[in-house]
């Protein structure tokens, strides 16, 4: 099961990954908690659908993540609550260009949803789909978005509420996560990538990471990275690449050609995104020493 906040979210973090459980045979759920309403559109001729006009963008999207998960093979996946359950809560940037919440929120959105409330409507989920692995954002939820951050929020809460026997019993028979994953990248890899894109002439691209990446930010770096040592494993999405690059493109609205999603890849190729990486946040530790290959290892059949 993943959980994420927008359409677009599961196949710029996750798409390979998708793909190749889906060919394996895994029962494969993706939870998206909102339908993106306050999204940037990147299409000249459908900006009318935006929230400053038409507001009508979350069903286009809702279409456009269909899309998307038939080029993935994923027929399994739900809103959170409903269609339009929650409302996307658009965002800001603070004065370090750090993604923050808006100064003026609408009514409904998902970063003001009390937490239990949103939590009730995954953990009949957690418990009917019964997933061993669930993955969701780290604690910044990646980049700070407060959708993104909320949905960390949401998904470690429910899992934790889905797993205890005696908690509304109402919402389904118990069901404990066996392992819980955060999505993350790698920064030493994305490192060795900017350095070629450097090598090559290619000043503009990601331009944001060599200030991250230099210690202007924090000394870690932008926190939708890890450290090789807190990566748990990565899974190689070669095989699968086209079908991710095919969903990502399905997300028109949101994902262009010529946009940062596709920077780079004159020289990099498909490469930035044919591997996925997954810090442990709780659960069953991996067997064996480095990063793990499979998200499943260890787990065996249990039930």
Not at 23 to 39: I, K, N, R, S
Not at 67 to 86: K, N, P, Q, S
Not at 104 to 123: K, M, N, S, Y
Request: charged share 25%; hydrophobic share 40%.
């Amino acid at each position: 099961m993943l959980v994420h906040a927008h359409p677009d979210d599961e196949t710029i973090n996750n798409g390979v990954t998708m793909a190749r459980y889906v060919d394996e045979g895994a029962a494969v759920c993706l939870v998206t908690c909102t339908l993106g309403e306050e999204g940037e559109v990147l299409v000249e001729d459908l900006v009318h659908l935006d929230a400053d006009h038409d507001d009508t963008l979350g069903p286009h999207r809702l279409g456009e993540l269909r899309a998307a998960m038939a080029a993935l093979g994923v027929t399994d996946f739900v809103r959170l609550g409903g269609d339009g359950r929650f409302r996307d809560s658009g965002m800001a940037y603070d004065d370090q260009r750090r993604a923050v919440a808006r100064d003026v929120l609408r009514e409904g959105i998902f970063w003001t949803t009390d937490l239990l409330d949103a939590a009730h409507e995954l953990v009949p989920l957690i418990r009917d789909r019964r997933p061993q692995v669930l993955v969701t954002y780290n604690q910044m939820g990646g980049y700070g978005h407060p959708d993104h951050v909320q949905a960390h929020r949401v998904a470690m809460y429910a899992t934790q509420l889905a797993g205890v026997v005696g908690y509304r019993p109402d919402l389904g028979p118990a069901w404990s996560v066996s392992r819980v994953l955060w999505a993350t990248m790698s920064q030493s890899r994305m490192r060795s990538a900017i350095a070629e894109l450097r090598a090559a002439g290619d000043s503009e691209s990601f331009q944001w990471f060599d200030s991250d990446a230099s210690g202007e930010t924090d000394d870690e770096g932008h926190p939708m990275m890890a450290a090789d040592d807190a990566i748990a494993a990565e899974i190689d999405g070669t095989a699968y690449i086209s079908r991710k690059l095919a969903a990502m493109r399905a997300h028109a609205t949101q994902i262009t050609e010529d946009g940062p999603f596709f920077a780079g890849a004159a020289v990099l190729g498909d490469r930035m995104w044919a591997h996925e990486y997954y810090q442990l946040a709780s659960g069953v530790p991996f067997p064996g020493a480095g990063w793990a290959d499979d998200l499943f290892l260890g787990l065996g059949d249990e039930e």
